[in-house]
């Protein structure tokens, strides 16, 4: 592992974290909003990162891993909340039998205190890397002398070599709200759900595994006490109103988004919660 400084906005230096994981897998992490912006396995990128996209600090990454915290969409806090536009700091590092591990930590400070969303809190975000797989998962823990409620999420962007070759399974039977569509309810009546159009889905109450298909490979996603998923792409007309995606760039991502952003985690004074995500490459695609 090793902590790299880059030229930042406004000359303040940017810190990126690159990890090298075994036989050939890589990732790498920037302290602003902790945000993951590479995951090398199998030989190849499987985490999407617009080329327009902001990597000084004067703005949330469009790519990669973003998290979501402690807010989802748009409310009194800006959008997603406050968490990837903060610095986090790096706690430590280290190998194990089958990867790294590296440990990063966001707390309150006088701004978030200040914020519509005023609480105490100690965040521990945990990524581990294998030859196949990234795990990442935030400890949320209530530092304050009152409960609070929140939204989570990490903002997934997948590279696909093709979007409309590209399949989502592990939906069917489940009820999502549809932000296209004024966040109309339906049920997912598909086994293997496609993107043609501009989507934005929240599927609420999954039961199990996704998995990302395409080209013969695949990426399975499996949560940890996060509910839902969210799909995303923003196809042509979305691209096109965005500064830091690149018009041309929706057919080779898509957004599978583990969270909890249908309803609210509570957390009492001095209580816990682990939630994530393990990203598993495959060289073949098994539907579930």
Request: include cysteine; charged fraction near 20%; aromatic fraction near 10%.
């Amino acid at each position: 592992m090793s902590v790299q400084q880059l030229f930042g906005a406004d000359g303040v230096s940017v810190e990126r974290v690159v990890i090298n994981g075994p036989q050939g897998s890589s990732a790498e992490v920037y302290l602003y909003g902790a945000t993951v912006t590479s995951w090398k396995c199998g030989g190849k990128e499987r985490l999407f990162v617009s080329r327009q996209a902001k990597l000084d600090g004067s703005k949330p990454v469009r790519g990669g891993i973003p998290l979501v915290f402690p807010q989802f969409g748009p409310g009194a806090l800006p959008q997603h909340g406050f968490a990837r536009t903060r610095q986090w700091t790096l706690l430590s590092a280290e190998e194990h039998g089958q990867g790294v591990v590296v440990n990063l930590q966001l707390k309150d400070n006088e701004d978030t205190r200040a914020s519509k969303w005023p609480f105490k809190f100690d965040l521990l975000y945990t990524i581990d890397l294998t030859a196949t797989t990234l795990s990442t998962i935030i400890k949320y823990e209530n530092v304050d002398s009152q409960a609070f409620s929140f939204t989570s999420l990490m903002h997934t962007y997948l590279r696909v070599p093709d979007i409309a070759r590209t399949t989502v399974a592990g939906l069917k039977g489940v009820p999502y709200l549809d932000k296209i569509k004024g966040g109309e309810g339906l049920v997912e009546e598909r086994d293997l759900v496609t993107v043609d159009a501009n989507e934005d889905r929240v599927y609420i109450d999954v039961p199990g595994a996704v998995e990302v298909a395409c080209g013969g490979e695949s990426v399975g996603i499996r949560r940890f006490n996060f509910k839902d998923i969210v799909l995303w792409n923003p196809w042509a007309e979305k691209a096109a109103e965005m500064s830091d995606f690149a018009d041309d760039e929706y057919p080779q991502m898509i957004c599978v988004e583990a969270g909890t952003v249908a309803s609210q985690i509570s957390l009492r004074p001095g209580q816990t919660i682990s939630c994530g995500q393990i990203l598993t490459f495959n060289s073949s695609a098994s539907h579930i």
